[in-house]
């Protein structure tokens, strides 16, 4: 997982490219189908990254799996919080908290999130994916 700093920063420096990352973490256990770093595994990345001069880290993102009640929702997004908080005590300007979609933005925005991403809620669902998508009031049932 180290060599992915160091690629992205060779990357970087060759297309001379915007210097800003937030690192994805599989918050869950058993995301399988996600990709990113394991919690366990992102203070070493982090670190890696803040020693590399063509990246600059700013935060972390997640995608957690869809859940059932608001409690469940919350809980991926208050598990990256508390990671980027621990960060935030080594590395300096740690400040993007990006987590959040169309269905799980309020919850995200209560757990800390800087960044939500809507596309849905404003564009509907993308084609061929099927689903409700594109209705701002849709929220789980309690």
Do not use: N
Request: charged share 25%; aromatic share 4%; proline share 8%.
């Amino acid at each position: 997982m180290r060599r992915i700093p160091e690629r992205l920063e060779a990357a970087v420096q060759f297309d001379d490219a915007v210097d800003l990352v937030e690192w994805q973490l599989r918050v869950a256990s058993g995301e399988a189908t996600k990709s990113g770093l394991a919690p366990g595994e992102v203070a070493a990345v982090a670190r890696a990254v803040a020693l590399l001069p063509g990246l600059r880290l700013r935060g972390l993102m997640t995608l957690p799996a869809p859940s059932e009640g608001l409690d469940a929702q919350r809980l991926p997004f208050a598990r990256l919080a508390r990671c980027l908080a621990e960060l935030q005590r080594d590395i300096p300007g740690l400040d993007t908290l990006s987590m959040g979609m169309s269905d799980d933005y309020p919850e995200a925005i209560q757990e800390g999130s800087t960044l939500v991403r809507v596309g849905s809620a404003i564009f509907g669902p993308p084609e061929g994916r099927g689903g409700e998508g594109g209705d701002l009031l849709a929220r789980p049932k309690e």
